[in-house]
């Protein structure tokens, strides 16, 4: 005769079983937070090529149990935009990961993945303050501050001594800012001119004008998106004809194709395209074949974010553990991981150690200089 | 020396100001409708310009494609978007939300076809030059200019002289009126949008070709007609294009005493003067052109 308690355990094992089934072959769910709209949305279309030719990729391989799959929200390239998609991604996709880039938009999504436990991987943010911002959060692209030293031995090297910064009025801009202020003088160096930017400001004459009155030899921006490559435009339409000079952002495709970008300097993470590397060489030839076009250090850092993420996942596999952002987490802090690029180990602070070198637009193209 | 490049960037930014919001100030002046998607009518004629261009045709060629994209564009709107939800005696806010519905959606079919990137043309007009020690100036200024003159003569020739142009006012003050004198408020509402949208194409042009355009430029544009329209009277041409040059000078002039990164605001600052002391603008109501 079935007793209550018999008959209880039944009924719990009934609901059980289907949830436990369903967790096994659930799919992996990636989030991604990437700017498809606003001011910034020619970045998030590169983020988006990178991470669907990693995923290609991935299942390719066949290496994992269950597949991945994506869930995408558009931060519209906004604080408000990256918070209202993290709030979507983590509560109602349930995503376990979600790729991300913009400092801004990082520094207001933050807080929400935090608290959900869910790790973000950054290829994109390169403001100072990301590092050590929370345990969740973990930077597959070196921060401004690990490219600001190699942008000073060039300006050293080639006698550059009176600098000019037109920086955007925004967490990263103003980390440039106080990184310049402190690194110049260490080169006998100084910043003369510091000439910030509303965040919607589309007209620069002034500011170049400013920028010409404090006689500089060379002219920093901190800016991102069209309104950088506006910054070089106007730069060189009203009469600067000193060396500009940026940081990884230097690398968006807009950029080459200006023909006022001629001979800007930019300092990006080491990328050899023509390193011989097996996954070096899949990553470019994919790119170059499903893109018609060479990859830029943007599409190699979300490459390499989805990479990560299935990596993680498959060392965890075996082990037999449920995996979430906090087992993804401990793995991540512990591990080594073969990249595009190399080996890629992680401070506690969540920043990658990787090499920097410095580029060059050149007749349309990036070319590393030094 | 630094004022004197001030003011002639002031100048050229103005000028580039004024003619944005040229056909934003008919169009509402005219009709009363709150023409959101005029931002969205810039970026298209911007890029239909531009596209055309690099398809090898000759700049004239360009700038009609450009017109005639434009004015299909405002003439589409009025007849597809406004009139329907005008017929069902829509409320101003309803016209807005359509045409704010329109502006985004036309910002995405920009972005999808073109990519999201910032576009521009490189020209020898717009490389300043020194012209006295520290005075930089380009040849497109004489180019800004010269078509600002000329578009705001033309405008203002055409709406004072001509039967067509005094419909267009009357039907600004009066629609009831217009309509009793037998003439056809929807013919004009159509011009109005005709003309208007005709209006953004040589500041859409000259702004490709200055500043560069990307598809979520509207909301900018947008806002700087608005500004325009409000500090140089509602419905005045007169005093969108005035407004234009004072919104353009005092951005440029104020990064002389104030930091650089409070130009915009110093000429929101004058829009929210001129809405507390002087709502009716600079040419308000009693002289509307």
Known sequence: ?370 | MLLAQLAIAGLQTGMLYALTAAGFALIFGATRIFHVAHGATFVLAGYAFLESVGLGLHWTVATLVSLFVAIVFGLLLDVLVYRPIQRHDGSFFTVFVASFGVSIAAQNLLQFIFGGGFVSLSLPLTRASQVLPGLYIAPVLWVVLGVTVLVFGSITLFLERTNAGLGLRALAQNPELVRAYGLSSRKLSALAFGLGSALVVPGSILAAITTGLQPADSAHVMLISLAAAIVGGIGSLRGAALAGLLLGLVENLVVSVVDTQWSQAASFLVLFGFIIFRPSGLLGKASQS
């Not at chain 1, 299942?59 to 935009?81: E, F, M, N, Y």
């Not at chain 1, 925004?170 to 110049?184: I, Q, T």
């Not at chain 1, 510091?194 to 004459?205: G, L, N, R, T």
């Open chain 1, 1 to 370: 005769m079935i007793n209550r308690r018999t008959l209880l355990a039944g009924v719990a094992t009934c609901f059980a079983v289907p949830t436990l089934l369903r967790a096994e072959t659930e799919p992996y769910v990636l989030g991604t937070l990437f700017p498809m709209t606003g001011l910034l949305a020619e970045l998030g279309g590169v983020y988006t090529n990178a991470v669907a030719l990693a995923l290609d990729h991935i299942t390719a391989d066949g290496r994992l149990k269950r597949p991945i799959v994506l869930r995408t929200q558009d931060s519209q390239s906004t604080p408000q935009g990256g918070a209202v998609g993290m709030s979507k991604l983590v509560n109602v996709d349930r995503a376990i990961c979600v790729l991300t880039g913009i400092t801004g938009v990082i520094k207001a999504a933050e807080p929400i993945g935090t608290r959900a436990k869910v790790m973000m991987l950054n290829g994109g943010g390169v403001g100072p303050d990301l590092a050590g911002l929370s345990p969740y959060l973990w930077n597959v692209i070196p921060l401004a501050n690990q490219e600001l030293p190699t942008a000073l031995g060039w300006m050293k090297a080639a006698g550059k001594k009176r600098v000019a910064l037109i920086y955007l009025d925004d967490p990263l801009g103003n980390a440039m800012l106080k990184g310049l202020r402190e690194l110049l003088p260490g080169i006998g160096g100084a910043l003369v001119g510091e000439f910030s930017a509303a965040p919607s400001a589309q007209q620069f004459s002034a500011i170049v004008a400013k920028v010409r009155e404090t006689n500089p030899d060379a002219v920093y921006v901190a800016s991102y998106g069209t309104q950088q490559t506006q910054i070089f435009k106007q730069l060189r339409d009203n009469g600067i004809t000193q060396q500009i000079i940026t940081y990884s952002v230097g690398g968006t495709p807009s950029v080459a194709t200006l023909p006022e970008a001629d001979g800007l300097l930019f300092t990006s993470q080491a990328a050899d395209w023509s390193k011989p590397d097996a996954r070096t060489q899949r990553f470019v030839e994919g790119w170059r074949s499903k893109y018609k076009s060479d990859p830029t250090t943007y599409a190699q850092n979300y490459y390499n974010g989805a990479l990560l993420f299935s990596e993680m996942i498959a060392r965890l596999e075996p082990a037999g553990v449920p995996i979430d952002g906090e087992r993804l987490r401990e793995s991540i802090q512990n591990g080594e991981y073969e990249l595009v690029g190399g080996k890629a180990r992680f401070a506690n602070n969540g920043v990658v150690g990787m090499p920097i070198q410095l580029n060059q637009v050149k007749n349309s193209k990036f070319q590393k200089v030094g």
